[in-house]
C-alpha cells in the first residue's frame, strides 16, 4: 500500500477537521437528531418509526438464540445492515464519547494519511467490527441487534498507538498516558469482558474485531513502522515528511544550513597542506584584484553612476577580501 500524501503535516496545510472526519460527524449527529425529534414522533399503527428504522439499519443477529430478548427492534437481517450499523447510536452519551474518540484520534491520522485512505480504513475496520459481532459474538454470549461506530473507532486507536506510540494522552484530563498503552489496555479490557461473559449491552466483540481487522491492514501497509512501537521516544519524521510531497514513510532529511563562502573555503583548506593552501590563497588574491581593477578603471573612466549594481557589490564586497 504505496500512497502518496499531498503536504499533510503540521506546516502543509493541517486541518482540525478534515474531509472525512468532517462527514463522519455530521452525519453520525444528523441520523441521531432525526431518530431523536423526528421518527420518534412519527408512528405506523402503535410502533414509532425509529423503532422501524432500527429494526432495518441496525446490525440484526444471524445466528443464536434471540428468543429471550422479545425486543421490537430485532429483525431480519440484511447485508446493508454492515454498513448501517455505525451512523446509528442509542443515546447522546454513545454518541459523543463515539465522536469525540474518533475526532480526536481521527483527524491526524486523516492529515497524515489522506481522506481516501484513511475512508477505506474507518470503514473496513467497521465492517470487520460486524462481521465479528455476527460471527464470533454468538460463541461467547446471546446475540442482540447492534448500533454505533466503536468498532470502526477501535480500528482508529489501534491505527493512532502505532503512528504515534509515545504521544501522551491525559486521561480524563488530568493522568498522562502514552497512546500505546492506552489502546492496549482498553483491548486488554475488552478481552476480558469477551472470556468472562460480562452482560454489559455492550458488543465488546464488535470493538476486538475493529481492532484485530485494524491491525491486520496495517500489517500489510509497508508505510507503518512497527517497531516504532517499541521505543521510549518517537522522532515524527519516522512516520512522514510533513514539508513536501514525498511518499509516507520516507525519512525526513532536514534542510541543510546554507554554508557561506568563508566557511565553505576553511573546509577545502583543511584537506590541503599549508603550502598549498598559501598558493591557494594569493591566486585568489590575485582573481580579487583583478576584479577590482577592472571595476575601478571603469569608474575613472566613466565615474561611479557608470557601475552596475552588481559591480558596485563586488567593489564593496571584494575590497575587504584584500589583505
Request: with cysteine; net charge positive; charged share 20%.
Amino acid at each position: 500500500m504505496n500512497t502518496k500524501y499531498k503536504k499533510p503535516g503540521f506546516l502543509g496545510g493541517f486541518s482540525l477537521f478534515p474531509p472525512v472526519i468532517k462527514f463522519m460527524l455530521i452525519s453520525n449527529l444528523t441520523v441521531f437528531l432525526l431518530q431523536i425529534f423526528l421518527l420518534n414522533m412519527l408512528r405506523i399503527g402503535k410502533y414509532p418509526l425509529s423503532l422501524l428504522f432500527l429494526k432495518y439499519f441496525a446490525l440484526q443477529p444471524i445466528f443464536g438464540d434471540v428468543s429471550f430478548y422479545n425486543n421490537p427492534i430485532l429483525g431480519q437481517f440484511y447485508p446493508w445492515q454492515i454498513v448501517t450499523y455505525m451512523f446509528i447510536h442509542g443515546n447522546f452519551g454513545h454518541i459523543f464519547f463515539n465522536m469525540f474518540a474518533l475526532w480526536m484520534f481521527g483527524v491526524e491520522i486523516e492529515n497524515l494519511w489522506g481522506s481516501k485512505k484513511f475512508l477505506i480504513y474507518y470503514f473496513i475496520c467497521g465492517i470487520g467490527a460486524a462481521l465479528s459481532n455476527l460471527f464470533i459474538t454468538p460463541f461467547f454470549s446471546d446475540v442482540g441487534p447492534t448500533i454505533g461506530a466503536s468498532g470502526a473507532v477501535f480500528g482508529i486507536l489501534i491505527a493512532f498507538a502505532f503512528l504515534f506510540p509515545n504521544r501522551e494522552i491525559y486521561l480524563y484530563f488530568l493522568f498522562p498516558i502514552k497512546a500505546k498503552y492506552f489502546v492496549v489496555f482498553y483491548i486488554i479490557l475488552e478481552v476480558v469482558y469477551i472470556v468472562t461473559s460480562v452482560e454489559s449491552g455492550v458488543a465488546h466483540v464488535a470493538h476486538v474485531g475493529g481492532a484485530v481487522i485494524g491491525f491486520i491492514y496495517l500489517l500489510f501497509d509497508s508505510n507503518v513502522r512497527f517497531k516504532n512501537f517499541f521505543k521510549k521516544q518517537n522522532n515524527i519524521f519516522d512516520y512522514t515528511d510533513f514539508f513536501s510531497d514525498r511518499e509516507f514513510g520516507k525519512p525526513f532529511e532536514p534542510p541543510r544550513k546554507k554554508e557561506s563562502e568563508k566557511e565553505i573555503r576553511n573546509a577545502e583548506y583543511k584537506e590541503l597542506s599549508k603550502e598549498d593552501i598559501k598558493k591557494q590563497q594569493e591566486e585568489e588574491q590575485k582573481k580579487i584584484q583583478k576584479r577590482i581593477d577592472k571595476i575601478l578603471d571603469k569608474l575613472a573612466e566613466k565615474g561611479y553612476d557608470a557601475l552596475t549594481d552588481e559591480e558596485k557589490r563586488m567593489l564593496f564586497e571584494d575590497s575587504k577580501k584584500l589583505r
